[in-house]
């Protein structure tokens, strides 16, 4: 099982990112995936889900209307949307997946966002 997230970078305020989860060796439309981020100094944080086959979605306060999770079955990948961004969105964003007790994280990318 392998999660490889890419899309990281430096941004603007105001700017857009697209953050990508490439999962190997599971079906990510089975799982519970995940984006999580970990600012500086602070403890990771849940960003958003999406479920199952169904593909439900939720996201923490902070991001909502402003970030999207979305699933590729056919690519077997999870991405997520990041508009309006603020340097507070600055952080390493993570994926995980976790069905049945069992879950898995990605190595993480950078986010930042500065002028």
């Known amino acids: 099982v392998q999660l490889v997230e890419s899309g990281g970078g430096l941004v603007e305020p105001g700017g857009s990112l697209r953050l990508s989860c490439a999962a190997s060796?599971?079906?990510?439309?089975?799982?519970?995936m995940s984006w999580y981020r970990q600012a500086p100094g602070k403890e990771r944080e849940l960003v958003a889900r999406?479920?199952?086959?169904?593909?439900?979605?939720d996201y923490a306060d902070s991001m909502k209307g402003r970030f999207t999770v979305s699933r590729d079955n056919g690519k077997n990948t999870v991405d997520l949307q990041m508009n309006s961004l603020e340097p507070e969105d600055t952080g390493v964003y993570y994926c995980k997946a976790v069905r049945l007790g069992r879950q898995y994280w990605g190595q993480g990318t950078q986010v930042t966002v500065s002028s």
């Open positions: 999406i479920f199952g086959a169904g593909g439900s979605t």
């Open positions: 060796g599971f079906t990510v439309s089975t799982y519970v």
